[in-house]
């Protein structure tokens, strides 16, 4: 069973449960997206909300405090090279998956095998032969958390930030809204729906399950590099 019918049993029994129809009907709907439409935002703190100028400091400071790594750059068309620099640091090799967003950067200049398509979900005994690195973009990234917000598509697989050791995301500065609030009205703003999946990633995978010792790399990626790219 694939996991689309699984997930529609699932919601056909609850729906059973609550003596509803089966199938979605269309005045559900249309009153799931009037109450999207008109719902007021939530309490915030009463704090000073930074110039946009100020938002890249924030999100720098908050990023580092959640482990993340940095690297500012002047343009889009120098990611490559900022992470070909990034891999070289690590010992790791010059080679990725990356979203269609991203693929027609000149990665091969920068001596990058990039691979536009998902990273393989087969777990293979030699580590080397599996995609140990996903470079992705940002839908935004969120000043106050230090976090990325990136939403599924089928340009832009979540699998690509989840399923590597190290992910790489190219955050356009002008992309850094001041909380998750003013995020998710962006969303709201530019696509209006939400899509089937949103993830917000707060640096790398971490777990204190075991004895409240921290692990990084738990359940997904033990790196996050951000590159911020100043202009387009």
Request: proline share 8%.
């Amino acid at each position: 069973m694939d996991t689309s019918t699984a997930r529609r049993n699932i919601l056909a029994r609850i729906r059973a449960a609550q003596r509803r129809p089966e199938a979605v009907m269309e005045n559900e709907r249309a009153s799931v997206a009037d109450y999207l439409a008109r719902h007021p935002a939530g309490p915030r703190p009463l704090e000073t909300r930074p110039h946009q100028d100020g938002l890249v400091p924030e999100f720098s400071e908050q990023a580092l405090r959640m482990a993340s790594t940095l690297e500012t750059i002047p343009a889009r068309a120098d990611v490559p090279q900022a992470v070909a620099r990034y891999l070289g640091s690590l010992g790791l090799p010059l080679r990725c998956v990356v979203w269609d967003t991203v693929a027609a950067l000149d990665w091969q200049a920068a001596g990058i095998e990039a691979a536009n398509r998902p990273p393989a979900r087969d777990v293979e005994i030699d580590r080397t032969a599996r995609d140990l690195v996903g470079v992705t973009g940002c839908f935004c990234a969120i000043a106050e958390t230090g976090s990325l917000m990136l939403l599924s598509g089928p340009e832009t697989p979540a699998s690509t930030a989840l399923l590597p050791e190290t992910h790489i995301a190219i955050v356009p500065v002008t992309r850094i809204v001041q909380d998750l609030e003013a995020a998710f009205a962006l969303m709201r703003s530019e696509r209006g729906q939400l899509p089937r999946a949103t993830n917000i990633i707060s640096g790398p995978s971490r777990t204190a399950d075991i004895e409240q010792n921290l692990v990084l790399g738990a359940h997904g990626p033990y790196r996050v590099h951000v590159i911020l790219v100043q202009a387009a």
